[in-house]
C-alpha cells in the first residue's frame, strides 16, 4: 500500500484548516447576533422605562402645581 504523498497531506489539513476556520466564524456571527439582539432588547426595555417615568414626573408636576396654586380638587384628566 503506498503512502499519502507530503502534498496531498499538505491540501487535507488546509481544507480542514479552512473548514475549522468557517466553522469558527459562523459561530462568532451567532453569537454576535444574539449578543445584538440581547442588546436591543435591554435597549428597548431602558427606553420604555425611561419614557414611563418621563411622563410620571411630568403628571406629578402638574399635580403640585395645580395644589400649590391653591385649589384642593385637583384630578388628573
Known amino acids: 500500500m503506498a503512502s499519502a504523498?507530503?502534498?496531498?497531506?499538505?491540501i487535507v489539513?488546509?481544507?480542514?484548516?479552512?473548514d475549522l476556520q468557517r466553522y469558527r466564524?459562523?459561530?462568532?456571527?451567532?453569537?454576535?447576533?444574539k449578543v445584538n439582539f440581547a442588546g436591543a432588547v435591554v435597549l428597548l426595555v431602558l427606553l420604555?422605562?425611561?419614557i414611563w417615568l418621563a411622563n410620571e414626573m411630568v403628571?406629578?408636576?402638574?399635580?403640585?402645581?395645580?395644589?400649590?396654586s391653591g385649589v384642593h380638587s385637583?384630578?388628573?384628566i
Do not use: I, N, W
Open 5 to 10: 504523498s507530503p502534498s496531498y497531506l499538505k
Open 25 to 33: 466564524d459562523e459561530e462568532e456571527f451567532r453569537h454576535r447576533m
Open 48 to 50: 420604555t422605562f425611561g
Open 13 to 18: 489539513h488546509v481544507r480542514q484548516d479552512a
Open 59 to 68: 403628571e406629578a408636576h402638574k399635580v403640585q402645581g395645580c395644589y400649590a
Open 74 to 76: 385637583c384630578s388628573l
